[in-house]
T-cell receptor, first 114, second 114 residues
Framework: AQSVTQLGSHVSVSEGALVLLRCNYSSSVPPYLFWYVQYPNQGLQLLLKYTSAATLVKGINGFEAEFKKSETSFHLTKPSAHMSDAAEYFCAVTYGGATNKLIFGTGTLLAVQP | GAVVSQHPSWVICKSGTSVKIECRSLDFQATTMFWYRQFPKQSLMLMATSNEGSKATYEQGVEKDKFLINHASLTLSTLTVTSAHPEDSSFYIC??????????FGPGTRLTVT
């Protein structure tokens, strides 16, 4: 069965430090991968997506993620954390087509310390 | 682009009454929409897939007679929680499917049943 694993339910970084949020997937077919961010009491906002084009994907707010097939990973990074980055981040996968369901990871809560 | 709205953003109702939540894609046509439920500090739980002009597909364990879904047009899907009870209190989020498997999420509706 397809699944997504997010290592670390809570990650804390200092303002200005590197942000690294981990996501691994299991798949027997090429996946489409996504990162979403959720602020308290709000819906999810799409940060970036991988759909079999370039393996390094740049998203909004300075985030990027690299698809590594050999590691079945799609980790999210940002060179320098900002206080406004504090939120819940979800990795998700779908296996093609606009009608396919998204499978979400359990989420990682990012805290940014001043 | 790709904006999804939900109405209402929050609602309080008495036990036994029904509540309707609207989900609209504002700047694109969405053949497929999804309804999720999210409990505090947890990931999203897919309730059902809503296809324009046809019956919704419910996930296992979701009562279709309790959570009525109607997708009457390419820009509107509604979720009606019938005979609501306190255990139905939750954060309900809808999404609309994009062209490449991504989903665009509404801001969510906080339902409190007293």
């Amino acid at each position: 069965a397809q699944s997504v694993t997010q290592l670390g339910s809570h990650v804390s970084v200092s303002e200005g430090a590197l942000v690294l949020l981990r996501c691994n997937y299991s798949s027997s077919v090429p996946p489409y991968l996504f990162w979403y961010v959720q602020y308290p009491n709000q819906g999810l906002q799409l940060l970036l997506k991988y759909t079999s084009a370039a393996t390094l994907v740049k998203g909004i707010n300075g985030f990027e993620a690299e698809f590594k097939k050999s590691e079945t990973s799609f980790h999210l990074t940002k060179p320098s954390a900002h206080m406004s980055d504090a939120a819940e981040y979800f990795c998700a996968v779908t296996y093609g087509g606009a009608t396919n369901k998204l499978i979400f990871g359990t989420g990682t809560l990012l805290a940014v310390q001043p | 682009g790709a904006v999804v709205s939900q109405h209402p953003s929050w609602v309080i109702c008495k036990s036994g009454t029904s509540v309707k939540i609207e989900c609209r894609s504002l700047d694109f046509q969405a053949t497929t929409m999804f309804w999720y439920r999210q409990f505090p500090k947890q990931s999203l739980m897919l309730m059902a897939t809503s296809n324009e002009g046809s019956k919704a597909t419910y996930e296992q364990g979701v009562e279709k007679d309790k959570f009525l879904i109607n997708h009457a047009s390419l820009t509107l899907s509604t979720l009606t929680v019938t005979s609501a009870h306190p255990e139905d209190s939750s954060f309900y989020i809808c999404s609309a499917a994009g062209q490449e498997g991504e989903q665009y999420f509404g801001p969510g509706t906080r339902l409190t049943v007293t």
